[in-house]
């Protein structure tokens, strides 16, 4: 059921949480599939519902800093990102304390947590309303599109969750940036919300995980397989002309002409719109009639970065399914 945010339905997903069950829940960058993060059995719940089809790390999502640092290892870096990026679509990956609450599955195994504090009013409310942190995938089937409105969650696992918190279209529309604060050096291991050049801004150069999208097949994030984001449809790169059977995801002010169907992600060439429209407009494409998706170039810097990294993906088809 889809449900307007309220005190009162805000109340009732997070008492559906307390009892293990999942809600979805939206964030400023895409939907979120909320399980209790300390509760083992929650967590496999969402690992099925997903059908992913192995157990990749999961986030948690929490209140702020303070709370973060009774499941990780702080550390000076990571207060510095959290005083700059918090809350927003940043998720550090720390150490697990000793004895962390959150559930081993949601760390896949791993001894480092990731955590991320959303901005989005809804998510807040829910986690302080829940009392514990919530660990939350993107909330659609394995292998699809992220979601970006209520509408899309429905379609995907409308079967699998008793409430989706309806927060509106998601601002950002672009997962989080996944930064890796384990080792000497950072290392960004996912493309996100929060610009690589805003990060530097803050602590200097990071390292980049070869396991984005041209590295190669070593990865240490489990959930870095290259086709990810997939449409159902073949996507086709860098477009600078289209056919008649081919829908357009066009960017700036002058779209070839000629697609069946165009959609264009910003007229003016602004990367925070392209970035929020991204993934609806990928669904809106992704549709009988269409024989595939063509793109038209997008520029390889600030949030083009990510949005790049997303086309990619979509555009590999290796077979592979991550289930992020
Ligand atoms: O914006 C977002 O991050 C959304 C919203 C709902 O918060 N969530 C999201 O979660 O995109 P998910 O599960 O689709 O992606 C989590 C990413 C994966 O690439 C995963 O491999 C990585 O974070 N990750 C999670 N925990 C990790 C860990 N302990 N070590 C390394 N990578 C980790
Ligand atoms: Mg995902």
Redesign the pocket.
């Known amino acids: 059921m889809i449900a307007e945010p309220t005190v009162a339905t805000i109340a009732e997903a997070a008492e559906l949480l307390r009892k293990g069950e999942l809600v979805a829940f939206p964030?400023e960058?895409?939907?979120?599939l909320g399980g209790d993060a300390t509760n083992e059995r929650a967590v496999a719940a969402i690992f099925e519902a997903k059908g992913r089809p192995q157990f990749?790390?999961?986030?948690s999502?929490v209140l702020d800093a303070g709370q973060a640092r009774r499941y990780v290892q702080w550390n000076a870096v990571a207060d510095k990102l959290a005083q700059r990026f918090w809350p927003g679509?940043l998720?550090l990956?720390l150490p697990r304390v000793k004895n962390s609450a959150i559930a081993l599955l949601a760390?896949a195994g791993?001894d480092?947590?990731?955590v991320?504090v959303?901005s989005h009013s809804v998510a807040q409310g829910l986690i302080r309303a829940a009392g514990r942190p919530i660990a939350?995938?993107?909330a659609n089937r394995s292998g699809a599109v992220?979601p970006t409105s209520a509408e899309h969650v429905a379609m995907s696992l409308g079967d699998r969750v008793k409430l989706i918190l309806d927060g509106g279209p998601c601002l950002v529309g672009l997962?989080?940036t996944?930064l890796?604060l384990t080792s000497e050096r950072p290392t960004l291991?996912?493309p996100?919300?929060a610009t690589r050049e805003a990060i530097e801004a803050v602590i200097g150069t990071v390292a980049v995980s070869d396991a984005l999208p041209s590295g190669d097949t070593a990865r240490?994030?489990?959930?870095?397989l290259k086709s990810h984001y997939a449409p159902g449809r073949p996507v086709r790169l860098n477009a600078t002309s289209v056919s008649v059977d081919e829908g357009l995801l066009a960017f700036g002010p002058n779209p070839p002409a000629g697609a069946m169907l165009t959609y264009n992600l910003s007229p003016t060439g602004d990367l925070g719109e392209a970035a929020a429209n991204l993934f609806a407009q990928l669904r809106a494409l992704d549709r009988p009639g269409i024989g595939r998706i063509a793109v038209m170039p997008i520029p390889e810097s600030g949030l083009g970065l990510a949005i790049n990294d997303r086309l990619r993906r979509a555009a590999a088809d290796d077979g592979a399914d991550s289930g992020?």
């Open positions: 964030t960058t895409v939907y979120g990749n790390p999961l986030i999502h679509p998720t990956v760390t791993l480092a947590a990731a991320r959303p939350g995938p993107s992220s997962e989080s996944v890796d291991l996912r996100g919300g240490k994030s489990p959930g870095q992020s």
